[in-house]
């Protein structure tokens, strides 16, 4: 039986990927790709093998790639040359005899003209190319993250209201640690061959009603609150901290989720975890006050 390998085993996707493999599999089966293994200590203390491996250098890629049958290809992260870096995955992959390539990309709908700065036409590439490299592939959609939904509202919303440009498109998140779960499934299955699936959330919302969710469990109003865009870009710069590149990054995201672009349930993430994936109104319960977290991570992998 072939390695399980899971790239990004430092990030927050990746490393949830291989606490979830743990469950299921011998830890001498795995193996974790990192730019420093050091930082991945507490797998290897656990039985993971750690290789060294960088995106954007081939060579140590198809050696981290060696007797690996499956692997889960974490997307790079936005706002960086992808192209360049998912195209070297995927060709060593190919030449160290990986037969089966797991994708993460951004969930879109098909012929949506709605294109995501950064991320999107760097999915479709690393799509094409996984098609045409003739390996097994399957690419799993992912909605934006639940665990750092709460950046886009802005600064303190419970004092402030969710301040974002309005629309009255909605958005279906899903926490990493059930994306990661369905992970761990495609890549432990048969049956996935070949396929794309879109792993939206089990409850999908506007930021009105994201904002109804937050008055609930604050037991106070929590106002909707209408900003233009340039007014939402400089308030996540003054309040949040937030790199301009980042804010307008995550304005261009906010503008999709208002447009509808993240709105579909497709089911596909339950079917694939065999359980009800977190909703955002029992996760802002779970964790309340704490809505905001670490604007950095909103890109993270």
Do not use: C
Not at 201 to 222: D, K, M, N, T
Not at 227 to 251: C, H, K, N, Q, T
């Amino acid at each position: 039986m072939g390695k399980l390998m899971v790239t990004g085993a430092t990030g927050h996707l990746g490393r949830a990927a291989l606490h979830q493999l743990l469950r299921s599999q011998p830890a001498e089966r795995l193996v974790g790709l990192a730019r420093d293994p050091s930082r991945a200590a507490d797998l290897a203390e656990r039985g993971v093998e750690v290789r060294r491996g960088d995106y954007f250098d081939h060579g140590s890629l198809v050696r981290a790639f060696a007797g690996v049958e499956r692997l889960l290809l974490v997307s790079a992260v936005a706002l960086s040359d992808r192209n360049a870096q998912h195209f070297n995955a995927i060709a060593a992959a190919k030449q160290a005899g990986v037969e089966h390539v797991v994708f993460t990309a951004v969930q879109r709908d098909e012929g949506s003209d709605v294109r995501q700065p950064g991320v999107t036409d760097s999915d479709v590439f690393a799509e094409q190319a996984l098609q045409a490299s003739g390996l097994t592939w399957t690419v799993l959609r992912q909605p934006i993250f639940l665990d750092v939904l709460g950046t886009s509202l802005g600064a303190d919303p419970y004092r402030n209201g969710v301040r974002v440009p309005d629309g009255a498109g909605a958005v279906a998140p899903a926490l990493r640690r059930d994306l990661a779960a369905a992970s761990a499934a495609v890549l432990t299955e048969d049956g996935h061959e070949n396929t794309t699936y879109t792993l939206s959330g089990s409850e999908s919302g506007s930021f009105r009603e994201i904002a109804a969710a937050l008055s609930e469990v604050h037991g106070a109003p929590v106002p909707h609150v209408p900003v233009a865009p340039e007014d939402y870009v400089d308030g996540l710069i003054a309040e949040l901290g937030v790199p301009r590149s980042l804010a307008e990054f995550m304005a261009e995201w906010t503008a999709a989720i208002n447009r509808g672009e993240f709105g579909a349930s497709t089911g596909d993430l339950e079917r694939l975890i065999g359980y009800r994936p977190t909703g955002y109104r029992e996760f802002f319960a779970r964790h309340y006050p704490l809505v905001v977290p670490d604007a950095e991570q909103a890109v993270a992998d």
